[in-house]
T-cell receptor, first 114, second 114 residues
Framework: KAGVTQTPRYLIKTRGQQVTLSCSPI?????VSWYQQTPGQGLQFLFE???????NKGNFPGRFSGRQFSNSRSEMNVSTLELGDSALYLC?????????????FGAGSRLTVL | AQSVTQLGSHVSVSEGALVLLRCNYS??????LFWYVQYPNQGLQLLLK??????LVKGINGFEAEFKKSETSFHLTKPSAHMSDAAEYFC????????????FGPGTSLSVIP
């Protein structure tokens, strides 16, 4: 099976711009979760989607949004970028999410905001 | 709310020495517990998980962890460290329902000294 694919791997934006990150889960996985990883805050949960519905959401401002398509691919969007949004954004998929389901992570999208 | 603590943000061991990475969780009910490893510029990958049953769990690359309910701990060990074990290690916990998100600890960076 192909792994979790995240695009783009690296990107540089300036403050005020917006960005869209993409995640293709493992075939057959219906749950997609997004995490923000920074040196100071560690791994912070952004949101989880299952069958095109947001099932769980972390404590991030409304500038952070996401969606999931019928083929389980997911995108997350950050509007009005701030310097503090610079981070590694990780996507993880699992079969159904919850419980003992194992998260399989992509390599991440590294966002730098100037 | 569930939380995870990892004692020691950085651990150094000599090659061939015992590796011990500590993890404690707070949960009102026995959760699902995981250890993930992250190598530089990569996403996280699963080392092992505890669901139910045997409290000593064996994972990949010679790692194992023991679930101790009375101590709310899930420490990760490896009898003999190898240079390739140098990485960031994350302990994680998740509740039983499909609405429970995976909560990660702050991580422990392991260095292996030749």
């Amino acid at each position: 099976k192909a792994g979790v694919t995240q695009t783009p791997r690296y990107l540089i934006k300036t403050r005020g711009q917006q960005v869209t990150l993409s995640c293709s889960p493992i075939s057959g996985h219906r749950s997609v979760s997004w995490y923000q990883q920074t040196p100071g805050q560690g791994l912070q949960f952004l949101f989880e989607y299952f069958s095109e519905t947001q099932r769980n959401k972390g404590n991030f401002p409304g500038r952070f949004s996401g969606r999931q398509f019928s083929n389980s691919r997911s995108e997350m969007n950050v509007s009005t970028l701030e310097l503090g949004d610079s981070a590694l954004y990780l996507c993880a998929s699992s079969e159904t999410g919850g419980g003992a389901n194992v998260l399989t992570f992509g390599a991440g999208s590294r966002l730098t905001v100037l | 709310a569930q939380s995870v603590t990892q004692l020691g943000s950085h651990v150094s061991v000599s090659e061939g020495a015992l590796v011990l990475l500590r993890c404690n969780y707070s949960s009102s009910v026995p959760p699902y517990l995981f250890w993930y490893v992250q190598y530089p510029n990569q996403g996280l990958q699963l080392l092992l998980k505890y669901t139910t049953g045997a409290t000593l769990v064996k994972g990949i690359n010679g790692f194992e962890a023991e679930f101790k309910k009375s101590e709310t701990s899930f420490h990760l060990t490896k009898p003999s460290a190898h240079m390739s074990d140098a990485a960031e290690y994350f302990c994680a916990v998740r509740g039983e329902t499909s609405y429970d998100k995976v909560i990660f600890g702050p991580g422990t960076s392991l260095s292996v000294i030749p």
